[in-house]
């Protein structure tokens, strides 16, 4: 079993940064890929990021990438979503989410562990 807990979440203007953070805790971390995920009110789950264990590979949406940065630190069993230049349309609840697979997917279905999730409110 795996649990996952967000921080880092909160009110800010356009513009501003965030840091999320996930941490993991139940089970060893190999061979997992750990992925951000989003929803904001009357919209479906959206994939942000993900991250394989190992820190070699990472993998953005189209509407974060070069915006947002995903990271983990091994030592900490602790993924980091960094936010800049923030807009209104990223309002939403951030959820990490495990995925104990070799392979990568962006679809929130692929991914058995999940939090309880951070609101993101950006305000223009």
């Known amino acids: 079993q795996v649990q996952l807990v967000e921080s880092g979440g909160g009110l800010v203007q356009a513009g501003d940064s965030l840091r999320l953070s996930c941490a993991a805790s139940?089970?060893?971390?190999?061979?997992?890929?750990m992925a951000w995920f989003r929803q904001a009110p009357g919209k479906e789950r959206e994939f942000v990021a993900a991250i394989r264990w190992s820190g070699d590979r990472t993998f953005y949406s189209d509407s974060v990438r070069g915006r947002f940065t995903i990271s983990g630190n091994n030592a900490k069993n602790t993924v980091y979503l960094q936010m800049n230049s923030l807009k209104p349309e990223d309002t939403a609840v951030y959820s990490c989410?495990?995925?104990?697979?070799?392979?990568?997917?962006?679809?929130?279905?692929?991914?058995?562990?999940w939090g309880q999730g951070t609101q993101v409110t950006v305000s223009s």
């Open positions: 139940g089970r060893t971390f190999d061979n997992y890929w």
């Open positions: 989410a495990a995925r104990y697979e070799y392979t990568y997917s962006n679809y929130a279905r692929d991914y058995l562990y």
